[in-house]
Every structure is written in structure tokens, then in C-alpha cells.
């Protein structure tokens, strides 16, 4: 397998009223699952070998962070997750010959919108994902 480039990688959010997952347009680059897996000290005082020793502990699946230009559809979808307590379902669909996809629940936590003086209006979306990210072979979006 080779190294694929990031052109082509959609960033899409399930629509619970239309029953389909719609395309965020504008997206310039995705960073993140940032997953963590946290762990526990179990050294003793009698603990051999001189090293301390550790158990695997919960794992965080960390946040997603979406840096697109502002485009008023996309920006009212991030906006709308943002308002409600509900978890909501998203998806990134790779462009590799797999169509790859990373699935997962999250909650809009930060919505910053740049408006500078000498560039594009653009959005910086956190997701904070709760639960397991779920990698998966073909795009559960049809076309990308």
C-alpha cells in the first residue's frame, strides 16, 4: 500500500430528518481523532526489577478539530449540532481505494468563526467524540 494524499477526503454528519449523511463542503483540513488510552500505577514496594508497573486504564477518543471555510449551509448544520444535548453521528470517507471511513459520535463543543481583514472567513469546529471510533471499508455515504 502506498501513502494517499488528503484531496478527496469528505467530512460528512448524518441527517436524522432525511435519513442520509450530508457532505460539509468547505472543509480544508481535518485534525484528529486525537485518541489517548490513560493508564494505572500498580508499583509496589515489592515490585521487581527496579521499573514501575502499569495497567491499560479507559481510553478517550479524543476530539476532532474541522477548519473550513465559512459556507453559510455547513456552518448552520455545525451551528445546529452546537445547540442541542444529543450526541450526532459524522463520518471522514478517505480517498483510498478502500474508501476508508472513520465513524463516529460527537458533540460540537467549540464554534470560533475568523473574520479577518485580508483573508477568507473560516470556522474552526471541535468535536469532542464520545464512544469508539469505528474504522470501517467502504463508505457508509455512497459517493464522496
Do not use: C, H
Amino acid at each position: 500500500m502506498s501513502a494517499i494524499s488528503g484531496v478527496g477526503t469528505g467530512f460528512f454528519r448524518w441527517d436524522v430528518n432525511t435519513g442520509v449523511w450530508d457532505k460539509i463542503a468547505q472543509v480544508k483540513s481535518i485534525a484528529g481523532p486525537t485518541m489517548t488510552r490513560a493508564f494505572i500505577d500498580t508499583t509496589t514496594l515489592d515490585t521487581t526489577g527496579g521499573y514501575r508497573t502499569f495497567i491499560a486504564g479507559f481510553r478517550d477518543p479524543g476530539q476532532i478539530t474541522l477548519s473550513m471555510n465559512f459556507e453559510r449551509e455547513g456552518y448552520e448544520a455545525m451551528k445546529l449540532d452546537f445547540e442541542v444535548e444529543e450526541v450526532q453521528n459524522y463520518q471522514i470517507v478517505l480517498p483510498d481505494t478502500d474508501s476508508t471511513s472513520l465513524m463516529f459520535e460527537g458533540l460540537v463543543t467549540e464554534l470560533p468563526l475568523n473574520i479577518p481583514t485580508d483573508d477568507v472567513v473560516t470556522a474552526d469546529v471541535t468535536i469532542k467524540v464520545t464512544g469508539q471510533v469505528n474504522l470501517e471499508s467502504g463508505s457508509q455515504s455512497g459517493s464522496v
